[in-house]
């Protein structure tokens, strides 16, 4: 389902999640992954003896799981910003779409771990008006604050097709 432009409609930002917002998630799969493996070395060890076969095929089996769940995540996963709303677009074999309209956006916010901060990637959290309920969040985003850019870009450019002047949109709040 590719993202369908309104009449004078453009996009200001188009992205999936950057492949370095994957890696903590690798790191954390490595970890469980391991955990998988000291589990099945422990059941081999009890059941006949131990087996390193078993112990780095569990390994491997849990790793290759965990890389292919992020490389999946990450290119269907679709987030894009045009000067009339905000869109969500996730899936492979079925689509889910979450959109905003941006005169809904009140709040952008932006969170970066230490690790996120390192690897130069964050997470880019919009508060709409009315939507208490549903979380609209941009993952694993390269360079946060260009998206929080692309967000004031499209509020000005709303504003000076509609007239209507606002406060300037900067991260934290309006």
């Known amino acids: 389902m590719a993202l369908e432009l309104h009449r004078e409609e453009h996009v200001i930002y188009a992205g999936h999640p950057s492949w370095r917002g994957t890696l903590s998630f690798y790191v954390r799969g490595a970890l469980v992954a391991l955990v998988g493996a000291a589990i099945a070395a422990l059941v081999t060890v009890i059941g006949s003896g131990f087996s390193l076969a078993i112990t780095i095929v569990t390994f491997l089996v849990l790793e290759g799981g965990v890389i292919l769940a992020g490389f999946l995540f990450r290119f269907s996963t679709t987030y894009t910003i045009t000067n009339q709303r905000l869109t969500i677009e996730r899936g492979i074999l079925s689509k889910h779409m979450q959109q905003t309209r941006v005169e809904r956006v009140q709040n952008v916010n932006t969170d970066q771990t230490l690790l996120d901060r390192i690897l130069r990637v964050g997470q880019v959290d919009f508060d709409t008006a009315g939507a208490d309920d549903s979380e609209f969040t941009f993952r694993g985003i390269a360079n946060p604050e260009q998206v929080v850019r ?9 504003e000076a097709a509609h007239g209507t002047r606002g406060d300037e949109l900067s991260p934290g709040g309006l």
Not at 150 to 158: S, Y
């Open 150 to 158: 692309a967000v004031d870009r499209a509020h000005r450019e709303r």
